[in-house]
């Protein structure tokens, strides 16, 4: 028991520090001053191997760091990331805790998608205005122009990256002796691609660039 418990503490604080990594480096503007980082991705993997806690966690310890280093937006803006990624890894780590099967996996991150567009739409409007200096007004007519077609883009890139992701993340997790075998996964070794998820991913992802373009 206390070996697992220290593979888990192991293998959390490299998803932390991975995520942490992910939104200090790998921030790229999307539409006018929104910006889109994969940070979530990492932690909704952590959601998947270990349960919504984990995710939970991860998503205070990275948007906490990020506070009191990189960011600008201070107390709010750490509160609006850690509402934004649990309502994704959160969601699709509890989905697929009642079903590790590919279809549970794939129906969470889908569910994840929706409730971050949704979740996000609402404390967008709500908190806002707070932390960027906009009134109510002006962030009530960009939610449809600016953070509607945002985070449906960041929800579908965080779904398609994580379903590309995830298996080859997990494999290498698992020949790492970093975490045990996942139920619904195959033994370390044999990594069986799967076309399904794949295309399903590519479409996802394909979506995302079309929004994109379409937004500008």
């Known amino acids: ?3 697992t418990s220290t593979k888990k503490l192991t293998t959390v604080g490299l998803l932390c520090t991975l995520a942490y990594i992910a939104t200090a480096v790998g921030r ?6 929104l910006k889109y980082d994969p940070k979530d991705v990492i932690i909704v993997i ?5 349960g919504p806690l984990t995710a939970l966690g991860i998503s205070v310890l990275v948007s906490v760091t990020e506070m009191l280093t990189v960011s600008s937006t201070g107390i709010w803006g750490c509160l609006m990331n850690v509402i934004s990624s649990c ?9 697929y805790g009642k079903k590790r099967q590919l279809s549970g996996a794939v129906g969470g991150l889908l569910g994840g998608w929706g409730c971050q567009v949704a979740v996000m739409m609402f404390w967008n409007y709500l908190v806002a205005p707070v932390y960027m200096g906009y009134s109510r007004e002006a962030v009530a007519q960009l939610l449809l122009p600016a953070f509607l077609p945002f985070n449906v883009i960041k ?3 965080n779904a398609g990256i994580t379903l590309l992701l995830y298996k080859p993340v997990v494999t290498a997790l698992r020949r790492s002796h970093l975490v045990d075998a996942v ?4 033994p370390p070794g044999k990594m069986r691609f799967r076309p399904g998820v794949f295309l399903t991913a590519l479409l996802i ?6 929004l994109f373009l379409r937004a500008f």
């Open 155 to 157: 929800g579908g890139l």
């Open 205 to 210: 992802l394909a979506d995302c660039v079309l």
């Open 46 to 50: 952590g959601g998947l191997l270990f």
């Open 28 to 33: 790229v503007p999307l539409i006018l001053f």
């Open 1 to 3: 028991m206390k070996h």
């Open 183 to 186: 139920p619904g996964t195959n």
């Open 87 to 95: 309502a994704f890894a959160c969601t699709a780590a509890s989905v």
